[in-house]
T-cell receptor
Framework: QKEVEQDPGPLSVPEGAIVSLNCTYS??????FMWYRQYSRKGPELLMY????GNKEDGRFTAQVDKSSKYISLFIRDSQPSDSATYLC??????????FGGGTRVLVKP | EADIYQTPRYLVIGTGKKITLECSQT?????MYWYQQDPGMELHLIHY???????EKGDLSSESTVSRIRTEHFPLTLESARPSHTSQYLC?????????????FGPGTRLTVL
């Protein structure tokens, strides 16, 4: 079983809708949680970073971490066609290397 | 936008060839990483370096080798390429001591071995 599970999608939504993405994990030592966005034929870029449990908001993006359920989420409000990309969750324990999910492909239709 | 560069962006070669994938960053980052990513799959760490003359193997076994002679440069070499090496290779870097694990990624090299 993978340490980090992420639905590969694709997730297709109309423009303006809320995109909801999530990952589950099994390693209770994970403390740092990240979401990366990867456009086709590009490298991933960091979108959100969260330490431990709680919510974090940045513009149209909200990241949530529920350590008790080993579940993290990313919400994208007022989605735009430019949000069409693959979204990767990543997490790590203190001092350790990043473990990535497989990514969810999102398509926002105009 | 991150100042991390990878060349070539695309490479198609025959089996048995020796290749070197280049990665350079101008941010003065001490930590650098190589990941392998197959389509629709997660990134797998194959090599990392915490500084000059420091290299370690990652979680995924790889027949490639790396070197870190200069801070800004972290090339990856395959002595004899095989079709099983066909994949996307992503280079990343991070500054030691930052509170967040912000790894900056290059654009990747898409390798096809025939």
């Amino acid at each position: 079983q993978k340490e980090v599970e992420q639905d590969p999608g694709p997730l297709s939504v109309p423009e303006g809708a809320i995109v909801s993405l999530n990952c589950t994990y099994s390693n209770s030592a994970f403390q740092y949680f990240m979401w990366y966005r990867q456009y086709s034929r590009k490298g991933p870029e960091l979108l959100m970073y969260t330490y431990s449990s709680g919510n974090k908001e940045d513009g149209r993006f909200t990241a949530q971490v529920d350590k008790s359920s080993k579940y993290i989420s990313l919400f994208i409000r007022d989605s735009q066609p430019s949000d069409s990309a693959t979204y990767l969750c990543a997490m790590k324990a203190a001092g350790n290397k990043l473990t990535f999910g497989g990514g969810t492909r999102v398509l926002v239709k105009p | 936008e991150a100042d991390i560069y990878q060349t070539p962006r695309y490479l198609v070669i025959g089996t048995g060839k020796k290749i070197t994938l280049e990665c350079s960053q101008t941010m003065g980052h001490d930590k650098m990483y190589w990941y392998q990513q197959d389509p629709g799959m997660e990134l797998h760490l194959i090599h990392y370096s915490y500084g000059v003359n420091s290299t370690e193997k990652g979680d995924l076994s790889s027949e490639s080798t790396v070197s870190r002679i200069r801070t800004e440069h972290f090339p990856l070499t395959l002595e004899s390429a095989r079709p099983s090496h066909t994949s996307q290779y992503l280079c990343a870097s991070r500054l030691q001591g930052t509170s967040t694990d912000t790894q900056y990624f290059g654009p990747g090299t898409r390798l096809t071995v025939l």
